[in-house]
């Protein structure tokens, strides 16, 4: 590494999140998370005039300004002080007074864990009891099953993040008490843990600290067989709950998904996950969230302006894990939210899920709960269209077709479908090559936006909060992306979730794990249980 003169005199005007403004710049470069250099002297602002050779890519990236390496294992840390030309208003004199903005990346490049040659994924799914009965359709392995399956092969510890606990009948609530038949999978689950747990296997979980205590993790801690952390996001974030689903085993296996620790999940509740077994690059990049929250559940945590450098993770979109999956050449990668979880390198859900139909040149199907283009559960709500322009956009501009299977249970918000008919409204002005002498649009040349109903059909007893999809993902094109979170703006803004992108080495190969998730989504949009919106 080299640092020589000159590289610039003084630094004009920078942009940073569209605002514009003189900067001050310092740098610190670290390597193998060591300073080696800090500019003349001390670490300080720049007082003389660098250039950094050997280096191939100058970027700004979210919040922060990087330079990457290609050579070397090298972070470089910036400090950049902005005077912006947005002014913040004083009230007392009735002045403008300038709004400063500080942009940080923290000085360290993670290890990468390798992966296996042969990590294995698949779907998994469960499936309300009688749906699809006797119908011949495509059905995954269950959500049970996989569950069951980590246990059984766990060795030295189980890592959970979840948002609640009720895998025993008793723990139901609203009242209900009825040992119904479908609650046995929620309590084989329980016991098993419990098992594996007292013959030495270290179990963490980070729960929901918003919702009171939950009985079966208090006994768990009582009993000496897990450690328990809370996070409280009013605390945290001023609002939100820990909505986040996933297990890790021994650092090699995980799951992640919609389904939550509730015995409805496994019997009541339609839900999708994927399980992956063998890969210890991805569980390695899982259990960052992990510990993301294992930290902010200590009693009085705050959540740090700028996380700590052993945070940082190495994997997002730009720089893909690259696995051997099932015979193929995978690329995976995982998104959290709420935005300040983030360490550096770590990429957001919803900025994720709009790149990736912003991708999109032919289809992107999408199968949720909730969906709307603004908060639902702020005290002054408002409108947050990022998803839905890109929406917009996709059907629009590149005539992509568009498909959103939503739920509808007796939860379901009528503001929900207000904002869909809003959408499909679009679909009758979406533009086309028009064939004069046809006297209709070319084939092919014509997007559109779809969207169906999906009712999973009553059972015979009442259950609280059951019969519904509770799915969260999407298909665009070549790439599949399974989600924890819901799709209002809530759960992109306070809310911790995580999602896992993944297709592909070959971008214009439908990988096998695309392929059987858009194939479950084909039997659902096309089953008796799904019906236009109307």
């Known amino acids: 590494m080299r640092v020589m003169t000159p590289w610039v005199k003084c630094f004009p005007d920078i942009t940073v999140a569209g605002v514009t403004g003189p900067a001050r710049l310092s740098i610190s470069i670290f390597e193998a998370g060591r300073p080696v250099w800090a500019g003349p002297g001390q670490p300080g602002p720049l007082t003389t005039p660098v250039q950094l050779s050997e280096f191939c890519e100058f970027e700004y990236s979210r919040t922060f300004l990087a330079l990457t390496s290609s050579n070397c294992p090298l972070a470089i840390a910036y400090f950049v002080g902005v005077k912006p030309n947005i002014d913040k208003h004083d009230e007392k004199v009735g002045t403008t007074t300038p709004a400063p903005l500080t942009t940080t990346l923290t000085p360290v490049i993670p290890p990468l864990v390798p992966c296996g040659d042969q990590c294995k994924y698949e779907l998994v ?17 269950s959500t049970y099953e996989s569950w069951m399956e980590l246990m059984d092969s766990a060795n030295k510890s189980i890592d959970i993040g979840t948002m609640y606990w009720s895998l025993l009948v008793k723990n139901t609530g609203n009242n209900f008490t009825d040992n119904d038949p479908s609650a046995k999978e929620g309590e084989d689950v329980y016991n098993k843990l419990k098992e594996v747990a007292s013959k030495g296997v270290k179990l963490r979980i980070a729960q929901d600290g918003n919702r009171g205590v939950f009985p079966e993790t208090v006994d768990l801690a009582k009993a000496g067989l ?12 001023g609002a939100g ?39 210890p690059c991805v569980a390695a990049d899982l259990k960052n969230i992990f510990e993301v929250y294992w930290t902010l559940g200590v009693p009085g945590a705050r959540v740090p302006g700028i996380w700590p450098a052993d945070y ?19 690329l995976m990668y995982l998104t959290t939210s709420p935005p300040s979880f983030a360490p550096v390198g770590r990429e957001h859900d919803g900025e994720t899920i709009v790149r990736n139909i912003d991708a999109a040149t032919k289809y992107v199907y999408i199968s949720v709960m909730d969906y709307a283009p603004a908060t639902f559960y702020n005290p002054h709500n408002y409108y947050w269209p990022n998803i839905d322009d ?8 590149r005539r992509v077709q568009v498909r959103i ?13 207000a904002h869909l008919r809003s959408l499909t409204a679009l679909d009758s002005t979406l533009p086309c090559d028009f064939d004069r002498n046809a006297k209709k649009c070319k084939e092919g040349t014509k997007g559109s936006i779809q969207v169906k109903v999906f009712q999973v059909p009553p059972y015979n007893v ?12 999407m298909i665009s094109d070549y790439t599949a992306t399974v989600c924890t979170s819901n799709w209002s703006a809530d759960y992109f803004i306070n809310t911790g979730g995580v999602s896992i992108v993944m297709k592909s080495e070959d971008a214009r190969t439908e990988s096998k794990i695309v392929k059987d998730l858009r194939e479950i989504f084909e039997r659902d949009w096309d089953s008796e249980y799904a019906t236009d919106l109307k």
């Open 241 to 279: 709950i820990l909505h986040t689903k996933f297990w890790i085993i021994d650092d090699r296996d995980l799951y992640l998904g919609s389904a939550n620790h509730d015995w409805r999940a496994l019997t009541q509740v339609k839900e999708m996950g994927v399980l992956i077994r063998d890969c």
């Open 226 to 237: 897990a450690e328990v952390r809370s996070l409280n996001f009013t605390a945290l974030v």
């Open 312 to 330: 940082a993770v190495p994997n997002n979109e730009r720089n893909p894990i690259s696995a051997r999956v099932e015979g193929e050449n995978a």
């Open 462 to 473: 009442t259950i609280p909060y059951t019969r519904v999809n509770h799915a969260k993902y």
């Open 405 to 417: 299977l939503i739920s509808k249970w007796p939860s379901t918000r009528a503001a929900v479908m």
């Open 390 to 397: 890109a929406l917009r956009r996709a059907a629009y501009d």
């Open 125 to 141: 799914e469960s499936l309300p009891v009688g749906l699809y009965e006797g119908l011949k359709v495509k059905r995954l392995r």
